[in-house]
């Protein structure tokens, strides 16, 4: 059974950088079956792709943050990571980790991270 | 990017009810469309993808209709633990978008 799993600070100051790791077990990274991808759920609110990012694939990002975010694959580790640079109030969302049943963005979730609250805070 | 309007954004059922949920695309994305069920300080939950196909271990409840702009989730008999906000999501044209909710309530 895969899990994903997030993890990273809570609390991020306004115009840091927020970083989060989302660990992969019972599934290898580098499978070219899958793509992995970050999506964002302020508090109250509905659901926001970020963006995905493959093994050896080219990433994907939201056209409305791609200035802002980066992804990247970590197969050492069995990982995939989410920096967003010059983080506001804004920001401050529930980001879940997910598995697309494909190599890009143009296949479905099928599972997705418990989730991990990020709040953008001085 | 393709809006995803979810109709309507609550409703009150009781358990036993037929329930239908409606999501409409700003342009035609073929079957290519995903419903998601989401309980209160929970991850949302794969439920059915191209329109139609229940994930594994969904019951069979659920069903899914639809093709190019008009789709339809629908429960077949409400269970208690089927109260919850459900989400539908385009993934035919970039960027994949997702409708704003669509609240079951008791």
């Known amino acids: 059974q895969l899990q994903l799993q997030e993890s990273g600070p809570g609390l991020v100051k306004p115009s840091e950088t927020l970083s989060l790791i989302c660990s992969v077990s019972?599934?290898?990274?580098?499978?070219?079956?899958?793509?992995w991808g970050w999506v964002r759920q302020p508090p109250g609110k509905g659901l926001e792709w970020l963006g995905t990012v493959s093994y050896g694939g080219s990433p994907y990002y939201s056209p409305s943050l791609s200035s802002r975010v980066s992804m990247s694959v970590d197969t050492s580790n069995n990982q995939f990571s989410l920096k967003m640079t010059s983080v506001t109030a804004a920001d401050t969302a529930v980001f879940y980790c997910?598995?697309?049943?494909?190599?890009?963005?143009?296949?479905?979730?099928?599972?997705w991270g418990r989730g991990i609250l990020v709040t953008v805070s001085s | 990017d393709t809006q995803m309007t979810q109709s309507p954004s609550s409703l009150s059922a009781s358990v036993g009810d037929r329930v239908t949920i409606t999501c409409r695309a700003s342009q035609v994305i073929s079957n290519y469309l995903a419903w998601f069920q989401q309980k209160p300080g929970k991850a949302p939950k794969s439920l059915i993808y191209?329109?139609?196909r229940l994930q594994s271990e969904v019951p069979s409840r659920f069903s899914g209709s639809g093709s190019g702009t008009h789709f339809t989730l629908t429960i077949s008999s409400l269970q208690p633990e089927d109260f919850a906000t459900y989400y539908c999501q385009q993934y035919n044209s970039f960027p994949p978008t997702f409708g704003g909710g669509s609240k079951v309530e008791i």
């Open positions: 019972g599934d290898s990274i580098s499978s070219t079956s899958y793509s």
């Open positions: 191209a329109a139609s």
């Open positions: 997910v598995r697309h049943d494909g190599g890009s963005w143009y296949f479905p979730f099928d599972y």
